[in-house]
């Protein structure tokens, strides 16, 4: 089973451990720090779209890309609930394609991780230099080697919920720095039954060096990065960084 099929109806149920109104506020500090405050801003591997609908409620006009249909299903009801003008995109991150350029891209959740091959990664920053306005900012998180190494690399972690269980064992692989996540779901139906389901996910493990290399390739500059979702420098044992970036080569309308 491809990832994220059974798993988004219960993304959000095992992501509350997640605080996205401090990461959308932090977030949303960031962008009007380089006098990004409205217009377009893509949310690239948005799932079931929440940060999206944060900064939606934000004052920003979103768009939403990520390659689950059924991740943005989950995005699309939240949508019908809302009433936020959202555009939701089923594309994949490496390919994506926009109507026109937006004033910044964000991409939470280490959703850049699932880019397993260092082409793909950098595929997906090329598009973002060329989708982003003159100067527009690209900030994105993803997670460390020290996390797959040493705190869920070859660990098992279960959780036992009402309507929902999973067991996650994770086997990380040092050659080629990819962590396999078999995830075993149980998932309650109406019956009160549960049903049992599998999925297969992999993410690679990036350093800051191949990252900044990788968005140096793609002709965006590289500007910050910190532990994750603060302003403090990266750590030895930081689990997740925050990278922002920006839109190098074109030329505003007033040089033009």
């Known amino acids: 089973m491809e990832a994220y099929q059974e798993f988004a109806r219960v993304y959000d149920m095992f992501q509350d451990n997640i605080d996205y109104e401090a990461w959308g506020t932090y977030l949303c500090q960031t962008l009007a720090e380089y006098h990004i405050k409205d217009g377009l801003v893509l949310d690239l591997g948005c799932g079931t779209g929440t940060m999206t609908e944060y900064l939606s409620r934000a004052g920003y006009d979103m768009i939403g890309v990520d390659n689950s249909e059924d991740m943005l299903s989950e995005a699309i009801d939240k949508r019908s609930d809302s009433g936020l003008d959202i555009l939701y995109l ?15 891209i964000i991409s939470t959740c280490d959703s850049l991780n699932y880019l397993t091959e260092e082409e793909d990664l950098l595929s997906a920053f090329r598009l973002a230099n060329n989708y982003l306005d003159p100067q527009g900012l690209f900030i994105f998180d993803m997670n460390t080697p020290y996390k797959y190494e040493t705190l869920i690399g070859n660990a098992t972690i279960a959780e036992n919920r009402d309507d929902a ?26 019956d009160g039954l549960y049903e049992k389901t599998e ?13 900044k290399a990788l968005l140096a390739q793609a002709g965006l500059e590289f500007l910050a990065v910190y532990d994750a979702y603060t302003k403090n420098p990266p750590a030895p044992d930081s689990s997740r960084l925050l990278y922002i970036a920006r839109e190098r080569g074109k030329k505003k309308p007033a040089d033009a």
């Open 90 to 104: 089923l594309q994949d991150m490496q390919s994506f394609e926009l109507y026109g350029t937006v004033r910044a």
């Open 165 to 190: 269980s999973f067991i996650w064992e994770n086997t990380y692989d040092p050659g080629s720095a990819i962590n396999e996540y078999a995830l075993t779901l149980f998932i309650r139906r109406e």
């Open 199 to 211: 999925e297969y996910h992999y993410q690679k493990a990036y350093t800051p060096d191949q990252v």
